[in-house]
C-alpha cells in the first residue's frame, strides 16, 4: 500500500517562499508509469491542480501558477518537493501530494497523502 | 483554458438514484474520472477512466462520459455517500478539476 506523507512549515510570510516535502513509502517513487503530483484546496473551496513531475525529472505546471512553481524530485530519499514564491494570502490552503496513474490520456490520483494546512501571513 | 462545470449541490433520499453531472466541451472525447472528499479528509477516486471503478469501491458508484457530459451515478445511495464530489480531465498538459458538487442525503 502506498502510502504519501506531507511536511513543511505551516506558517509562511507573505512574499516568501513556501516550501513542502512529500515523502512517498510503500512504493518506489522511481516506478514507472506514475506522476507525483501537488494540488491545493482552499478552506470551504474546490481543488486545484497545482503541478507534477515525473521520475525521468520531466513536470509540467498549471498555467496560472507556472511563473512561481518548481516541483523536483529526490529519488534516493523517496520524496518529491514543492516550491511556491512569492506567495499571498491567496496561496494559503490546504496541499496534498498525490499519486497519479496517466496513460493514454487518463490521468487520475490513486493516492493521496493526508494534506497539510499552509497559511501566509505576516 | 479548459472549464469543467458542476452543479454546486444535488440532493437525494436514502436508497435512491443520485447522478451528478460535469459538462465541458467535448469532454466525451477526453477521460473523466471522479474523486468522493468527506469533511476533513482527502478526496478518493471512485471512477477513473469514464466508467471504471478501483478495487473497494462500492458497485452502487457508476460512470459515463459521452458529448459534453459525463455523470457520476450513485444507486441506493446511503447515508455515508454524503460528501463533496469532483470531477477531474486532462487537457492541453492540464490537469482541470470541476468546482466540485455537495451531494445531500436527506
Known amino acids: 500500500q502506498v502510502h504519501l506523507q506531507e511536511s513543511g512549515p505551516g506558517l509562511v510570510k507573505p512574499s516568501q517562499t513556501l516550501s513542502l516535502t512529500c515523502t512517498v513509502s510503500g512504493g518506489s517513487i522511481s516506478g514507472s508509469g506514475y506522476y507525483w503530483s501537488w494540488i491545493r484546496q482552499p478552506a470551504g473551496k474546490g481543488l486545484e491542480w497545482i503541478g507534477h513531475?515525473?521520475?525521468?525529472?520531466?513536470?509540467q505546471y498549471n498555467p496560472s501558477l507556472k511563473s512561481r512553481v518548481t516541483i523536483s524530485v529526490d529519488t534516493s530519499k523517496n520524496q518529491f518537493s514543492l516550491k511556491l514564491n512569492s506567495v499571498t494570502a491567496a496561496d494559503t490552503a490546504v496541499y496534498y501530494c498525490?499519486?497519479?496513474?496517466?496513460?493514454?490520456?487518463?490521468?487520475?490520483?490513486?493516492?493521496w497523502g493526508q494534506g497539510t494546512l499552509v497559511s501566509v501571513s505576516s | 483554458s479548459y472549464e469543467l462545470t458542476q452543479p454546486p449541490s444535488v440532493s437525494v433520499s436514502p436508497g435512491q438514484t443520485a447522478s451528478i453531472t460535469c459538462s465541458g466541451d467535448?469532454?466525451?472525447?477526453?477521460?473523466a474520472c471522479w474523486y468522493q472528499q468527506r469533511p476533513g479528509q482527502p478526496p478518493i477516486v471512485v471512477i477513473y477512466q469514464d466508467d471504471k471503478r478501483p478495487s473497494g469501491i462500492p458497485e452502487r458508484f457508476s460512470g459515463s462520459n459521452s458529448g459534453n457530459t459525463a455523470t457520476l451515478t450513485i444507486s441506493g445511495t446511503q447515508a455515508m455517500d454524503e460528501a463533496d464530489y469532483y470531477c477531474?480531465?486532462?487537457?492541453?498538459?492540464?490537469?482541470?478539476f470541476g468546482g466540485g458538487t455537495r451531494l445531500t442525503v436527506l
Open positions: 467535448k469532454l466525451g472525447d477526453k477521460y
Open positions: 513531475i515525473y521520475t525521468s525529472g520531466t513536470t
Open positions: 477531474q480531465a486532462w487537457d492541453s498538459s492540464t490537469v482541470v
Open positions: 498525490a499519486r497519479a496513474a496517466f496513460h493514454s490520456g487518463s490521468y487520475f490520483c490513486d493516492y
